[in-house]
Nanobody, 125 residues
Framework: QAQLVESGGGLVQAGGSLRLSCAAS????????KGWFRQTPGKEPDFVAALIWSGAGTFYADFVKGRFTISRDDAKKTVYLQMNSLKPEDTAVYYC??????????????????WGQGTQVTVSS
């Protein structure tokens, strides 16, 4: 069974940092693409970052470039999202997701097969 479990969310002041973790089951971790999305009430999930399983590349939304870094630890089957210089507009529920297919649109939440339960990130001004 594919499973993703996020942790590391919380309340932080603007300018601060948080590191989110996503512990994955073997099946989920073997997916071609692993990514992070975020969602605010009443909106669809927005793509934040993704990485390819082979380490072939990382991808970021424009609004987090230079501030967020996605990485992975194969031994722990864990994907991380290091978030620096946080802004109040980064407040959202952050979801870890995994996508089996290697083609298509990695930025589209609808193309992801496995999802975690989400972790709340709140950035105060």
């Amino acid at each position: 069974q594919a499973q993703l479990v996020e942790s590391g969310g919380g309340l932080v002041q603007a300018g601060g940092s948080l590191r989110l973790s996503c512990a994955a089951s073997e099946r989920a971790y073997s997916s071609y693409t692993k990514g992070w999305f975020r969602q605010t009430p009443g909106k669809e999930p927005d793509f934040v970052a993704a990485l390819i399983w082979s380490g072939a590349g990382t991808f970021y939304a424009d609004f987090v470039k230079g501030r967020f870094t996605i990485s992975r630890d194969d031994a722990k089957k864990t994907v991380y999202l290091q978030m620096n210089s946080l802004k109040p507009e980064d407040t959202a529920v952050y979801y870890c997701a995994a996508r089996v297919r290697y083609d298509g649109n990695r930025y589209d939440a609808n193309e992801y097969d496995y999802w975690g339960q989400g972790t709340q990130v709140t950035v105060s001004s």
